[in-house]
T-cell receptor
Framework: KAGVTQTPRYLIKTRGQQVTLSCSPI?????VSWYQQTPGQGLQFLFE???????NKGNFPGRFSGRQFSNSRSEMNVSTLELGDSALYLC????????????FGPGTRLTVT | DAKTTQPPSMDCAEGRAANLPCNHS???????VYWYRQIHSQGPQYIIH?????ETNEMASLIITEDRKSSTLILPHATLRDTAVYYC????????????WGAGTKLIIKP
């Protein structure tokens, strides 16, 4: 089985721009979660999608949004980028029965200048 | 805030068992204990989880105390490739669960 894939792997943007990151879950997985990882704050939960609906949301501003498509692929969008948004963005997928063993992708490294 | 406490770092000799402790004194009856690890520059990797019974899989063993206030992850024969940050997380398994990640334990396997 192919693992979780994320594109792009690296991205450089300037302040004020917006960015869209993509995640393809493991085949058959319907839950996709997004995390932000920074050296200072560690891994922080952004949101989770299940069957195209946002089911859980972390404590991030509205500039961070996401969506999930009918094939379970997910995208997250960050608008009006700030320097503090520089981070590794990780996507994880879980199986149909919602067991919490999550399988992570390699992440997208976003640098905001 | 994370509901777990782990030592920030540990060393272990290659070939020996690595025992990583985790305190979760406020764990609720319906919360599971999960262990993940993150090797440098990679996404986290699921290792094992348990509720109250000890668990074993091909990667590791999980020992949970009877009062469930602490647990230990055991890597039976550590190799250099086991060098990573190990995260202990407690979470429910219902639809509202969130994995709240602490700082983890940086495990260094030494030759």
């Amino acid at each position: 089985k192919a693992g979780v894939t994320q594109t792009p792997r690296y991205l450089i943007k300037t302040r004020g721009q917006q960015v869209t990151l993509s995640c393809s879950p493991i085949s058959g997985h319907r839950s996709v979660s997004w995390y932000q990882q920074t050296p200072g704050q560690g891994l922080q939960f952004l949101f989770e999608y299940f069957s195209e609906t946002q089911r859980n949301k972390g404590n991030f501003p509205g500039r961070f949004s996401g969506r999930q498509f009918s094939n379970s692929r997910s995208e997250m969008n960050v608008s009006t980028l700030e320097l503090g948004d520089s981070a590794l963005y990780l996507c994880a997928s879980s199986g149909l029965d919602r067991l919490a063993e999550q399988y992570f992708g390699p992440g997208t490294r976003l640098t905001v200048t | 805030d994370a509901k777990t406490t782990q030592p920030p770092s540990m060393d272990c000799a290659e070939g020996r068992a690595a025992n990583l402790p985790c305190n979760h004194s406020t764990i609720s009856g319906n919360e599971y204990v999960y262990w993940y690890r993150q090797i440098h520059s990679q996404g986290p990797q699921y290792i094992i989880h348990g509720l109250k019974n000890n668990e074993t899989n091909e990667m590791a063993s999980l020992i949970i105390t009877e009062d469930r206030k602490s647990s230990t992850l055991i890597l039976p024969h550590a190799t250099l490739r086991d060098t990573a940050v190990y995260y202990c997380i407690v979470s429910t398994r219902d639809s509202n669960y969130q994995l709240i990640w602490g700082a983890g334990t940086k495990l260094i396997i030494k030759p």
